[in-house]
């Protein structure tokens, strides 16, 4: 079967240990996500300064206002590409088929383009409520809860082929 994932060539025992490994990982950047997020920022910081676009960035960020986001952009982007990720290479262990990881990772796109959509819609309509939309659903983004669906949707089927 060529859609089959090559994790599922990994010897069982070594599968699921790196799914522990994820998992964890994933518990520890959800409960560190302030620790990480400074150490984002800083890091960041230092490389605009260096850069010389320091002042242009921060100039974005007070150009969108504090409805979207108190923190550092560049900072909380690090750390939603980090955690998604996460998310990512532990659906990679997870689905059944590279089909299926395809259409999660079509799935994540949509979502970061609908979000950027949102944001730029508020900021051209100056709707400030459509901030706080935009922030719920990327929170709802970078969050467990879309891999766990995922996973459930598409163990029960869904993304896989129809049988004549």
Known sequence: MPDQAPTRHLPPIARWTLVALLLLALL?????????????????????????????????????????S???????????????GLCL??????????????LA?????GALVLFVAMVVL???????WAYGISRDFLDFVVSPLPVAGLYVLFRTGYGLPASD
């Open 70 to 84: 108190a923190r550092f952009l560049p900072a909380a982007a690090t750390y939603s590409g980090l955690y998604v």
């Open 28 to 68: 520890l950047v959800g409960v560190y996500n302030d620790t990480l997020i400074l150490f984002f920022t800083a890091l960041w910081r230092q490389g605009l300064a260096a850069a010389g676009l320091r002042q242009q960035t921060e100039a974005l960020q007070h150009g969108l206002g504090n409805n979207l």
């Open 89 to 102: 290479l532990l659906l990679r262990l997870l689905l059944p088929t590279l089909a299926q990881w395809h």
């Open 122 to 128: 508020s900021k051209l309509t100056g709707a400030a």
């Open 105 to 109: 990772l079509r799935l994540y796109l």
